[in-house]
Every structure is written in structure tokens, then in C-alpha cells.
């Protein structure tokens, strides 16, 4: 089953793409922040210096191999969900469940060693940029000189391997422990269902948020900035609660939608409506990097913009650790703008390439390619308003607790201008990708897709 993995890695190659990128990406952001930490020690940092590496290390680093983790897992699935039709049959034929999950977790494995091997070298200059960053900002001396070593190199090959070895047992144990006849319905009509251990996890996730907002308004109620710590990680926290939960509620986005895209869309809307009803499970994992996006940018910004209103009422200028605070919330952002945009514009092409079939036989039926473009319209329309509804509501978390504890007021500062052009930005990506794909895909003649 190893060297069945190996062909299928070199036979499918674009299949892995998308885990490919996230694991690469992930390894690259993890070494970047990791490289604070040789850097700390090879340079005798001491006192304010060393404090903010470490930090800058320990809490973006962190917040960040939470997000790699549970792409590398979405991405994963949305790639074994595609090929329910290749397993189904390798299990009609004799292969146990045992084998198949050999070779799922070889795949993974050969794709993790490869994407963190490769991460080194964009790796290594993100690391100095961001020293720089922090140099710029007076944070750290302009003295302590840049390192990049073991601590990066272990932990990002390290972190990389594991977590996509673990996604990968996952993904294998829920692909696997079915039947072959249930396997092959669910690779004709599609599987949404929640598991039991998703919900469970569901819900740690959304308590571990909760948890986050009452420590916030109690422990750390008139802590100043210091309460930005524990409320800071709620909008992630909750963005991946609902994320987990995120079949159940494209279930329910698409029932609600059906009738207005009925209305509006004529036969189109009919086609999206079906189709989405069809294949809520792989809309789930296009709509979570959009709920990540949107939660955790706008909480983050809200957050500092509560930060600064507060100084400002003070009549306060920042200090040098305030003036870290704004740095790493904005090095958040910028983490997470970059990290989720590439992968929801990865999301929805592999997503989209895996239908150029399904594309195929519904033209064949009769659907014309402008009906196949205006439901894809469709779908990414109701793709973006659900991820905004549940990234705002994740961004809750974070700005009703710091604004509780900071300032005592629920409604965070500034004009909405910031939220609409975190939508904004959230819609261009999935609408432009969703269709550049879609017209990509129904450009292969319709008889020539429908037989692949």
C-alpha cells in the first residue's frame, strides 16, 4: 500500500495540491515564527528583547499552528471525499480497511516531508522580515542579528509531519470504516453527516471560546491591554467551533437559499440548488477558510481599534510594549489574511476542477454553459454570506469581551467601513476564483468531460 501511495501521489498530483499548499504554507509560517526562538538564544537576547522573540514565537506561532492543523485536516478530507469512488473500489476488490488507511496516512506523510523540506526556503526570509519588523518598531535592538536553526527546522518539519500524519488518520478512519455499498452511495450522492466526534470537538472548540469571554469579563476585567490576551484567541477558538460545524449549517444555508435562487436564478437557480443540496459536504470545506477570515481579521481589528480608543480617552501615548501589542495583532492579521486567502482560493479550485464531470453530464442534460456559470454564481454567493454570518459571529467573541473589559461597552469603535472591506475582500476571492475555476472547467467539451 506504500508504493500503491507513491503512484497515486505521482498519478494525481494536482488531486494534492491543495494539502500540499496548506501543509507548505503552514511549515513555512511556523519555521518564520520558530526562528524568533534561535534567534532569542544564539544572540543572548535578554529582558524586553528577549520577551517579545519568545512572544512573537509562543502566541502568533501558536495561534498559527492551530489554523495549519485544521486546514491540513479540511483539506485532507475535501481530498479523500473526492476520491470516495477510487476507495469504494479498492474495497470491492479486497483491500481492508488497514491497507487503505496505509496508504492514505503514506500519502499525507510523502506530501508533509516534501512540503516542509521545500518551506526552508521561503522560511528563512520571512524569518528576517520579521525580525526586521520588530527591529523597525524599536521592539528588539538593531543589534541581535537574525538565526535561522534547529528549533525552526524541528519544530516546522516536526509540527508538519504530525499534524498531517494525524489529519491523515482521521480522514482514513471515517473514509474506511464503512461498508462497500455504503461507500459507494456516498461517492454518488455525497456524505455530509456530522460524526459524533466532530460535533464533540465541535463544541470543545465553542467552549474553549466561552471559556476565553468569562475569563476576559472577570479575571482580566480592568487589566487594560493584558485582557487582549485571553480575548484575543476567542474569534479562533469559535471560528473553528463553527467550522466543525460547518455540513450542518450549509445544510440549513442552503435550504433557506433554495427559494431565492429559485426566484432569481430561473433554471440556473434550480441547478445550484440541487447541486448544493447534493454536496454539502464539500461546500463545508470551501466555506471554513471563510469563516476563519472573517473571524478572526475582524476581531483582531476591532480589538486593536478598542485598544487605541482606549488609550486616546486616557490621553496616553504607548509605551514600547503597547506599541508591541499593535505590532503583533497586526502580524496576526497579515498571518491570517494570507494564509486563509490562499487557502480558500486553493479550496475552491481543487474543489471546482474535481466537477468538471459533473459539469460535463449537466450540460449533456441540457443545462448551457452560461446556466452552469450563473449557478456556480450562485453557490458562491451563498458560500460568502454564510461564512461572513459565522466569522462575525466568531468576531463576537473577541470584540464584546475586550470591549466589556477594556471599556465597558459591547460595541466596539470606528466606522463599519473595516468590516465591509474584510466582506468585501471575502467576496471578491470566493466569487473571482469561483468563476476563473467554473469557466476553466466547462471549457473542456462536454462529451470529453462527461467520460472522464
Known amino acids: 500500500m506504500v508504493e500503491l501511495a507513491l503512484r497515486s501521489l505521482r498519478r494525481r498530483a494536482s488531486a494534492f495540491t491543495a494539502s500540499f499548499l496548506a501543509m507548505f504554507l503552514g511549515a513555512t509560517m511556523i519555521m518564520a515564527f520558530a526562528s524568533m526562538l534561535d534567534t532569542a538564544e544564539a544572540s543572548g537576547a535578554t529582558g524586553e528583547a528577549r520577551e517579545t522573540l519568545v512572544t512573537m514565537a509562543s502566541v502568533v506561532g501558536g495561534w498559527g499552528l492551530l489554523l495549519v492543523v485544521f486546514a491540513v485536516t479540511s483539506t485532507l478530507t475535501l481530498s479523500v471525499r473526492q476520491r470516495a469512488s477510487e476507495i469504494a473500489l479498492l474495497k470491492s ?62 519544530l516546522g518539519i516536526g509540527v508538519t509531519l504530525v499534524s498531517a500524519v494525524a489529519a491523515a488518520l482521521i480522514t482514513a478512519r471515517r473514509a474506511t470504516r464503512v461498508r462497500v455499498t455504503e461507500s459507494m452511495t456516498a461517492a454518488a450522492i455525497g456524505d455530509a453527516r456530522l460524526s459524533r466526534k466532530r460535533i464533540v470537538f465541535a463544541v470543545l472548540f465553542l467552549l474553549v471560546a466561552v471559556g476565553e469571554v468569562v475569563t476576559t469579563l ?57 447541486t448544493m443540496r447534493r454536496r454539502a459536504g464539500a461546500l463545508a470545506s470551501a466555506v471554513t477558510p471563510i469563516i476563519l477570515f472573517v473571524g478572526t481579521a475582524v476581531g483582531t481589528l476591532y480589538a486593536q481599534a478598542i485598544e487605541n480608543e482606549a488609550m486616546d480617552a486616557a490621553g496616553l501615548s504607548k509605551t514600547l510594549d503597547q506599541k508591541g501589542i499593535e505590532t503583533l495583532n497586526f502580524v496576526v492579521i497579515g498571518m491570517v489574511v494570507l494564509f486563509t486567502a490562499i487557502m480558500l482560493v486553493n479550496t475552491l479550485i481543487a474543489a471546482t476542477a474535481h466537477r468538471r464531470r459533473e459539469f460535463g453530464q449537466t450540460r449533456l442534460a441540457g443545462a448551457t454553459p452560461r446556466q452552469v456559470l450563473t449557478a456556480a454564481a450562485l453557490e458562491s454567493v451563498v458560500l460568502t454570506v454564510t461564512g461572513v454570518v459565522c466569522g462575525t459571529v466568531a468576531s463576537a467573541f473577541t470584540i464584546v469581551a475586550f470591549g466589556l473589559a477594556r471599556r465597558d461597552s459591547a460595541v466596539p469603535p470606528g466606522n463599519v467601513g473595516t468590516f465591509l472591506a474584510v466582506v468585501a475582500l471575502a467576496a471578491v476571492l470566493t466569487g473571482v476564483t469561483s468563476w476563473a475555476a467554473t469557466r476553466r472547467a466547462i471549457a473542456v467539451p462536454a462529451v470529453e468531460a462527461a467520460l472522464r
Do not use: N
Open 93 to 154: 476488490v479486497g483491500a481492508t480497511p488497514a491497507q487503505l488507511a496505509r496508504m492514505i496516512v503514506g500519502e499525507a506523510a510523502g506530501l508533509a516531508v516534501a512540503a516542509a523540506l521545500l518551506a526552508v526556503v521561503p522560511a528563512y526570509p520571512a524569518g528576517r522580515a520579521l525580525l526586521g519588523l520588530l527591529h523597525g518598531t524599536d521592539q528588539v535592538p538593531a543589534d541581535i542579528g537574525y538565526r535561522f536553526g534547529a528549533v525552526a527546522l524541528s
Open 218 to 274: 472577570t479575571v482580566m476585567d480592568g487589566k487594560g491591554s493584558d485582557a487582549m490576551a485571553t480575548s484575543g484567541q476567542a474569534d479562533i477558538f469559535a471560528g473553528i467551533g463553527l467550522a466543525l460545524l460547518a455540513p450542518a449549517i450549509m445544510r440549513g444555508a442552503t435550504a433557506l437559499a433554495a427559494g431565492p435562487m429559485r426566484a432569481l436564478g430561473g433554471a440556473a437557480g434550480d441547478l445550484a440548488a440541487a
